[in-house]
């Protein structure tokens, strides 16, 4: 093709049209064809093709650069931006093991384990990015949507990261003041932000971070999420006289500790618009150092309920004695779904079974996960029972639709009542392998194959072909479940 009789390249396309044939592009795609010339690779870069960011961020040196770049292109004017920081491959030994995996805990008055140098390398580079991202978007004004989470839990001690190891990575506690700064005035910068999500992230938000927010920003939120532990004490994130201002809030995520009866009064008030999502993180730690005398009532939650008739409620739970969630579970919370994690404690058939007699008319999502590491000692909720647990949940819930279960028996013939009782409305049954057993008389029949069979029966319960769960590495709900807890938090607070 010519013009004037002069050749006409890819480069000579005006901006305009460039920007028009990548706004068609998925974003690989648009970096691959960014590579044609240096006027595309100018016009990557054009606002109003990345109107959000979304970044999985490995807490890795090596990711520093790409993160510069790109939030240098982008942090000033994107709209949405969510950052994930996860350190992949965490080490261990040295007192540095996760809880749960045989980590020494400091008890009062004790020196905390010493961390490897690896530990201190992590927590290092994990300051340093988290700084690159706030400091990109400190004086953005367009931003709507700011979603943070660091899954740098894995790296605390029962919830909590001695001021002794951060004293080893930020002496005199600069950085963390920066990052704390920093985080105060995206919020007092801010003029149209409507959903703040802060999630696990080390030392970002404190107890006067959001009264840099103006009046006229809190007013319009929609979406708070503060599910930050490492608050020492009974200090919390947010008090209920701060919530007042939040009138227009529809989706809420905090600890549940911090979710007081006053709380759920103001959100019950006329003058708060209705509340359709509330996600709540119940941790042991939490309830170790702070109390659970100040949290809702069964009256506090029927006037919330008044006020707002489609609220749907999710709980995650970690290491939560059975007592304490016997106390927690008030009849007329409008619990949609529940998450079990455990490395120490177990949940109580009676637990079970009174989730499946109070949620039945709510219930979509049970998630009951006990990582030990005896794995011939699971916990049967069955034993004893004249009915399993499980079996009446799947019965009384006739609106579940996610039932996954790792580190608790289930027998076989439980599991196949549980497909035949929900069929294809229960559109995720994921089993471990070596959750499941089978009944000795079923091993002893010699003509039938007692595995190809369970298998055969359950598929057909479920009206689709079924298989246990072989691989546990493979599902993120089991190997990671707070990072599956936040994205799914984010996933039901915008499915309103």
């Not at 930020?170 to 149209?192: H, V």
């Not at 007013?219 to 490492?230: A, I």
């Not at 499941?436 to 057909?460: M, T």
């Amino acid at each position: 093709m010519s013009v004037c009789g002069e050749a006409v390249g890819a480069g000579s396309l005006p901006s305009e049209l460039v920007v028009h044939i990548f706004s068609f592009l998925a974003a690989p795609d648009r970096l691959r064809a960014s590579a044609a010339c240096s006027h595309w690779r100018e016009c990557l870069f054009y606002p109003a093709l990345w109107p959000r960011l979304r970044l999985s961020l490995r807490v890795s040196p090596a990711e520093r650069p790409r993160l510069e770049f790109l939030m240098r292109k982008c942090g000033w004017f994107v709209r949405e931006l969510r950052v994930q920081f996860a350190a992949d491959n965490y080490p261990t030994g040295g007192g540095g093991a996760a809880a749960g995996e045989g980590a020494a805990v400091a008890g009062d008055g004790e020196a905390p384990p010493p961390l490897s140098p690896r530990w201190l390398d992590l927590l290092r580079t994990y300051l340093e990015l988290v700084l690159c991202v706030l400091s990109s978007v400190r004086n953005n004004r367009n931003l709507q949507k700011l979603s943070l989470f660091g899954d740098i839990s894995i790296l605390q001690q029962h919830g909590t990261i001695s001021n002794t190891y951060l004293g080893k990575v930020d002496p005199d506690g600069k950085k963390i003041k920066q990052i704390q700064q920093l985080f105060e005035e995206i919020l007092g910068n801010s003029r149209q932000l409507k959903w703040l999500s802060c999630g696990l992230m080390l030392q970002i938000v404190t107890p006067t971070s959001l009264s840099s927010l103006s009046n006229p920003i809190a007013n319009t939120m929609e979406h708070l999420s503060l599910l930050d532990n490492h608050i020492p004490g009974n200090t919390t994130l947010i008090t209920a006289v701060e919530l007042e201002r939040f009138v227009n809030l529809r989706s809420l995520a905090l600890d549940f500790c911090d979710f007081t009866a006053e709380m759920a009064r103001v959100l019950a008030d006329s003058n708060h618009v209705p509340l359709h999502r509330l996600s709540l993180l119940v941790h042991s730690v939490s309830i170790m150092h702070k109390s659970l005398d100040n949290m809702p009532k069964d009256e506090n939650w029927q006037a919330l309920t008044r006020n707002s008739t489609n609220l749907r409620v999710y709980i995650m739970a970690f290491d939560v004695k059975s007592d304490d969630m016997l106390r927690i579970l008030k009849p007329s919370i409008p619990l949609e779904r529940i998450h079990f994690d455990s490395y120490v404690t177990y949940v109580s058939g009676a637990v079970v079974d009174l989730i499946s007699r109070q949620y039945d008319k709510f219930l979509t999502h049970f998630i009951l996960m006990n990582d030990v590491i005896d794995m011939s000692a699971f916990p049967d909720l069955s034993d004893n029972r004249n009915e399993d647990p499980l079996v009446l949940l799947a019965w009384r819930c006739t609106r579940l639709s996610l039932l996954a279960v790792h580190g608790y028996t289930v027998w076989a013939h439980n599991l196949i009542a549980i497909a035949r009782l929900r069929g294809s409305d229960l559109k995720v049954l994921e089993v471990t392998e070596e959750s499941i057993e089978f009944d000795q008389g079923e091993l002893a029949d010699q003509d039938v194959d007692p595995v190809h069979n369970f298998i055969e029966q359950v598929s057909l319960g479920l009206g689709r072909p079924w298989h246990a769960v072989m691989d546990i590495e493979l599902l993120s709900v089991f190997t990671e479940p707070t990072r599956h807890f936040y994205r799914e938090m984010q996933s039901f607070s915008e499915g309103i």
